[in-house]
Nanobody, 124 residues
Framework: QVQLVESGGGLVQAGGSLRLSCVAS????????MGWFRQAPGKEREFVAG????????YDADSVKGRFTISRDNAKNTVYLQMNSLKPEDTAVYYC?????????????????WGQGTQVTVSS
C-alpha cells in the first residue's frame, strides 16, 4: 500500500514558477514509477510527466516540454514537479500517481495509487 500526498500548489501569475511535491508512504516507493497528471475544469485528466523508478528516465507531455521538470529523491520518498514559465492553460488540479511496474506509462490505468490533488491556478 502506498499513500501519496501532494503539496505546493497555489496561485501564480503567468510566467511564474511553482514546485509541486508528492510525498509517499511505504518502503517500496523506490521501486515505483511516478507520474504527474492534471485535470482542468470540464476536461479529462491528462498525463503531464513521468519518471522511472531509478530516476534515470523521464518523459514529458508535449504541452509542458521545456517548461516542466520531474525529478525524485528516493531517500525522501518524494517526487517533484518543477513548473516554470507557467501559462493560464496550465491551470488544473495536479495529481501524482504511482505505478508498480517501475516503467514510465502515459495511460493512467497503469497507475495503482493516486494522491488527492493540489490546485494550481495561473492568472493572466
Amino acid at each position: 500500500q502506498v499513500q501519496l500526498v501532494e503539496s505546493g500548489g497555489g496561485l501564480v501569475q503567468a510566467g511564474g514558477s511553482l514546485r509541486l511535491s508528492c510525498v509517499a508512504s511505504g518502503r517500496t516507493f523506490s521501486s515505483y514509477a511516478m507520474g504527474w497528471f492534471r485535470q482542468a475544469p470540464g476536461k479529462e485528466r491528462e498525463f503531464v510527466a513521468g519518471i522511472s523508478w531509478s530516476g534515470r528516465n523521464t518523459y514529458d507531455a508535449d504541452s509542458v516540454k521545456g517548461r516542466f521538470t520531474i525529478s525524485r529523491d528516493n531517500a525522501k520518498n518524494t517526487v517533484y514537479l518543477q513548473m516554470n514559465s507557467l501559462k493560464p492553460e496550465d491551470t488544473a488540479v495536479y495529481y501524482c500517481a504511482a505505478d508498480r511496474t517501475g516503467v514510465i506509462r502515459v495511460e493512467e490505468t497503469w497507475y495503482e495509487y493516486w494522491g488527492q490533488g493540489t490546485q494550481v491556478t495561473v492568472s493572466s
